[in-house]
């Protein structure tokens, strides 16, 4: 069994989807004959594997090694000995795989092979001088991105790295046992939404005033920290309700009461803590878990979102046209055939092509390839 060290930067446990991306990348690593250790940051004292692998939906377990933290600034420099120590019980053998550029950047210095994977272009100087670094070194092996084009990006801005060293691996999500789990809403046509509630971006306000010009149908927002859902509360209509945030497990099942759910992304979409535009490159997380549980997507058209989505399997309309949104959400709400056609769909692309086990399927056999 090969092994493979995931080095994460994300905060495990916790609210943002990067955590459960790292934590689903490390069970489809195990479900395919890897030997598992995820290293990762916690703000949490004492860790209870158990807890954390129920609250993220993870039945193929793996090893878990935390890291202790008090401040999220400038975590790899609190932590820069013992990642060392960790890494240098290794043998050189062992892959290692990450997504945060400072500790992928040493194991390369270390001697390991190392693939690199990459969410969105570098914000700062330092992270931009260490990738542009690291695609020179004969250690390193493949940059993975999420979105053709974010490939595009690295290409023209000239990272100094080989086309044919960069693999387009959109996000990913869980097959859904639509027989398991079923939440029942009641009566009535639901809509839902799951993600963040950050306040720029991510068009809470449109599904704010679809519910508004739409008061016979009822609307779910999961997610969102206390001041953001109190905040949105304080605008909505009495045909919304918070539900706040589940974990991820408990979240996705909700998604067998929804009818339609929506993606509601913006031109200009910043994340929470961060001062960039990430609607140019994005795979989001959601996107997938929607398709698998055979939702009827309704999304904003944006470039990005069209590698993946497309007007056989969702319905795409103006990020920023109300009437247009509207006019969609009333047409899957008086038409159920279209409703279950998009679904259907949906759910045949995601199984062929956006599950997790596939991901890393792909993974595995480039793995196979470069490290003859």
Not at 25 to 45: E, G, I
Request: positive net charge.
């Amino acid at each position: 069994m090969k092994k493979i060290i995931y080095l994460s930067n994300s905060i495990i446990p916790s609210q943002f989807a990067n955590s459960v991306h790292v934590m689903k990348m490390c069970q489809a690593f195990r479900s395919n004959s890897f030997d598992v250790q995820l290293l990762f940051y916690t703000k949490s004292k004492k860790i209870n594997d158990e807890s954390i692998f129920l609250s993220y939906g993870i039945n193929k377990k793996f090893k878990l090694i935390p890291m202790h933290i008090k401040s999220t600034k400038k975590k790899f420099f609190q932590n820069i000995v013992n990642i060392y120590r960790f890494l240098n019980k290794n043998d050189r053998k062992t892959i290692v795989y990450g997504r945060d550029i400072y500790s992928v950047y040493l194991a390369s210095l270390m001697g390991f092979d190392v693939y690199f994977e990459s969410h969105g272009k570098p914000f700062t100087k330092i992270h931009e001088m260490l990738e542009r670094s690291l695609y020179k070194k004969k250690k390193f092996k493949e940059l993975i991105v999420i979105s053709s084009r974010l490939k595009e990006i690295y290409i023209k801005d000239n990272y100094f790295i080989k086309e044919e060293k960069i693999s387009v691996l959109h996000d990913g999500a869980d097959s859904f046992d639509l027989e398991k789990d079923v939440i029942d809403l009641g009566e009535g046509f639901h809509i839902g939404y799951i993600g963040s509630l950050y306040y720029e971006g991510r068009g809470i306000d449109l599904i704010l005033n679809l519910a508004k010009e739409n008061q016979d149908l009822n609307f779910h927002l999961i997610g969102g920290k206390k001041d953001e859902i109190h905040y949105w509360k304080t605008k909505s209509t009495n045909n919304i309700k918070f539900h706040g945030f589940l974990p991820n497990n408990e979240a996705i099942s909700f998604l067998t009461g929804f009818d339609v759910v929506l993606m509601p992304y913006q031109k200009d979409l910043n994340l929470d803590g961060m001062k960039y535009n990430t609607s140019d490159w994005m795979s989001p997380m959601k996107m997938f878990e929607y398709m698998s549980a055979s939702k009827a997507i309704i999304s904003s058209d944006l470039p990005v979102i069209r590698e993946v989505l497309n007007n056989e399997n969702s319905v795409l309309v103006e990020y920023d046209n109300k009437l247009a949104w509207n006019t969609a959400l009333r047409g899957l709400h008086n038409n159920q055939d279209h409703l279950n056609k998009i679904s259907i769909q949906a759910s045949y692309d995601f199984n062929s092509k956006y599950t997790w086990n596939k991901r890393v399927q792909i993974l595995k056999s480039s793995m196979e390839n470069s490290l003859k």
